[in-house]
């Protein structure tokens, strides 16, 4: 099993930044993804950003610009840097890792973390 725990999420006013962390643990083998997901009140959970095992990243047409994702494989840690924060970006965030294993695709989510922007 692999657990994922995220950390630094907070209340925060428009134009600030946070930093969330996503600490993996437990079986991993061989990921092919890390990403950051958000669910808002009310919307469907959505991809913000995530990074594949080449390292190539994808984001979300309303966050390119100010987020950034990043991974240190030696501590099995993705981060996802948020700058000029929005009231619209205020949700819980998720981080998700996938993996391969013998069996098949494995799909992991954490708890989420909750982000608040205020205006």
């Known amino acids: 099993q692999v657990q994922l725990v995220e950390s630094g999420g907070g209340l925060v006013q428009a134009g600030g930044s946070l930093r969330l962390s996503c600490a993996a643990s437990g079986n991993i083998f061989s990921i092919d993804l890390m990403g950051w997901y958000r669910q808002a009140p009310g919307k469907q959970r959505e991809m913000v950003a995530t990074m594949l095992s080449d390292s190539r990243t994808y984001y979300a047409d309303s966050v390119k610009g100010r987020f950034t994702i990043s991974r240190d494989n030696a501590k099995n840690t993705m981060y996802l840097q948020m700058n000029s924060l929005k009231p619209e970006d205020t949700a819980v965030y998720y981080c998700?890792?996938?993996?391969?294993?013998?069996?098949?695709?494995?799909?992991?989510w954490g708890r989420g973390t909750q982000v608040t922007v205020s205006s």
């Open positions: 998700r890792l996938t993996q391969t294993l013998r069996r098949g695709s494995a799909e992991y």
